[in-house]
């Protein structure tokens, strides 16, 4: 080894150990704190009962709306779904067909009828009506 080659091994490992010590304070300073939105509890399990909207939700809605991190209201959570209510299920069918903020127009549910929109948001947001009632 020559002369000026040990200082230079060194400082690298000197800059790699205060490398990985960074990451690991980065990676533990979220330690304890409170997490994220949560899940309702069987929220990413929670089907429909009628087997059409059940291939429906699946198939469309299940990727938002039971996934914490989309930002889309979570099936069964009736806070974040009680101010979109508030504003009638006219405005949620709209917002529904014809796209709004995150969510895109027919909610990537190209078949769905209108009829099956409002089922899946009275699904969605817990305000089912008993299966006679559809």
């Not at 997490?35 to 699946?58: E, F, H, I, R, S």
Request: hydrophobic share 45%; charged share 15%; net charge negative.
């Amino acid at each position: 080894m020559q002369a000026g080659q040990g200082g230079s091994l060194r400082a690298a490992n000197g800059w790699r150990g205060r490398t990985v010590a960074l990451g690991l304070c980065a990676l533990l300073g979220g330690c304890g704190e409170e997490a994220g939105p949560q899940a309702p509890a069987g929220a990413a399990q929670a089907v429909p009962a009628d087997a059409a909207l059940a291939q429906l939700y699946g198939a469309s809605c299940r990727q938002c709306h039971a996934n914490p991190a989309a930002g889309a209201p979570l099936t069964g959570d009736a806070v974040a779904w009680a101010p979109r209510l508030a504003k009638g299920m006219d405005a949620l069918l709209e917002h529904s067909i014809n796209g709004f903020q995150g969510m895109p127009p027919m909610g990537l549910c190209m078949q769905c009828t209108e009829a099956e929109f409002q089922a899946l948001i009275e699904f969605m947001s817990a305000t089912s009506k008993p299966a006679e009632d559809l």
